[in-house]
């Protein structure tokens, strides 16, 4: 028993001692000594090379509700200058009092005349940091970065949460935006032959004061965020841009569409559709030593707005599915051949002609150019789902008792 008893004794000091040992959060951070990177917005001068960087720091006492007090910034911007990627952070610290933070900041914004001399070094530099997240989102702006960058964003106060949460709800509610516009994307598509499209965000309209009166305004149009178009890049440069018409057509064919709308004409009356998550299935192949791409669109319709006189019997849904199947085919097939005149793979037909296997496909492989000479085969087949309490819209009577729509 004394035996046991001395064991036991002994392993709670051992124990002790090494509790004692352990070092302990030694490398924690407290909030308040760290400056919470939101928004990165980026700029370059042409002419000598220059580097002009934008972070927008949160601040946590304008996000938190205030009460009884006034309305304080949600962020602060700090604009630093330098010739290299490696300077732009060690100039920060001249002029910030806190540790910067990158790990939760929603995106990176760069000026076309960025975007159009080359991101090759950026995304380098991206890929080399470890707190640099590889997932956060690409955007392109027309705008002048400092008006962007100093902009009062309302509802969603941080400009950067802002412009990442209408990116990932036009991916899913409309037919003009994708998810697929990170920095890891990017630069996957640098390597492969395949061009990339990111987002233009812009201003709505006149930017906004620069102070925090903006937020006692009820215009939430005025000097907000806009996302519509595209910026398309081939490796790392831009060379030409999407319109929002044109974004509906990239991103059905490319198979990354959230919702595809349709406005018809059946019966000289207006019919507007919806196709949630159209399905494509796509196949490359050789005829006649030119490439043919077939691609199958399938999709389940839903009926919007009905202003027709006729009631929605089977042949009229017929007639809306064989007009849906027209204005589809036609548009598409109008993008593609528009896009291949610009000399703008946007379907990556080159890199699939590279990654083809077989014998028919080395010749194919030799021709850089074969891709231009593409042709582009459409199969559009849907049902109709109808929505809503009522099949029929609904009829008034006229003076006379009789039934008018």
């Known amino acids: 028993m004394r035996l046991n008893t001395i064991l036991q004794a002994g392993k709670r000091i051992i124990i002790g001692i090494c509790c004692l040992c352990l070092a302990g959060c030694w490398d924690m951070i407290e909030v308040n000594e760290l400056a919470i990177v939101n928004l990165v917005g980026m700029d370059r001068d042409p002419d000598n090379g220059k580097y002009t960087i934008s972070y927008q720091v949160i601040n946590p006492e304008g996000v938190a509700t205030q009460k009884g007090g006034g309305m304080k910034a949600p962020v602060y911007t700090y604009r630093i200058e330098a010739f290299t990627p490696g300077d732009i952070t060690d100039n920060l ?3 910030i009092p806190r540790r910067p933070f990158y790990d939760h900041y929603q995106g990176v914004i760069v000026t076309e005349r960025f975007a159009e001399a080359g991101m090759n070094e950026l995304i380098n530099f991206f890929e080399k940091q470890p707190d640099r997240r590889s ?6 702006t027309d705008a002048p970065l400092s008006d962007i960058m100093n902009t009062y964003i309302p509802i969603e ?13 036009k991916s899913r509610y409309s037919d003009q935006s994708s998810q697929q516009a990170r920095a890891k994307d990017f630069a996957e598509n640098m390597e492969n032959f395949k061009l990339t499209v990111l987002p233009v965000i812009r201003l709505s309209a006149l930017p906004s004061a620069p102070t925090a009166e903006r937020f006692d305004s009820i215009d939430a149009n005025e000097g907000n965020f806009q996302v519509k ?28 569409m959230g919702i595809l709308y349709q406005s018809l004409l059946v019966n000289e009356r207006r019919v507007d559709v919806q196709a949630p998550e159209p399905k494509v299935r796509r196949q490359l192949s050789l005829v006649s030593g030119r490439p043919v791409l077939h691609m199958d669109i399938n999709a389940e319709m839903q009926i919007l707005n009905n202003t027709q006189n006729e009631p929605l019997t089977m042949q009229n849904m017929e007639e809306i599915k064989l007009k849906f199947k027209q204005a589809v085919e036609k548009q598409a097939s109008d993008f593609f051949d528009e896009t291949k005149q610009k000399g703008w793979d946007l379907l990556g037909i080159e890199a699939q002609i590279r990654s083809s296997k077989g014998r028919e496909w080395a010749a194919a492989k030799r021709d850089k150019e074969l891709w231009k000479n593409a042709k582009l085969e459409l199969s559009v087949k849907s049902t109709i789902n109808t ?12 003076n006379d008792g009789e039934r008018t729509h």
Request: proline fraction near 3%; aromatic fraction near 12%.
């Open 387 to 398: 929505i809503g309490n009522t099949i029929n819209p609904y009829k008034k009577r006229d």
């Open 135 to 140: 997932t956060i989102y690409l955007f392109v």
């Open 93 to 95: 610290y001249d002029i």
């Open 229 to 256: 178009g595209g910026a398309v890049f081939k490796q790392d440069r831009m060379i030409g841009k999407l319109k929002d018409s044109e974004m509906t057509w990239y991103y059905l064919l490319s198979g990354q």
């Open 157 to 169: 106060r941080l400009p950067g949460r802002a412009g990442r949460s209408i990116l990932e709800l």
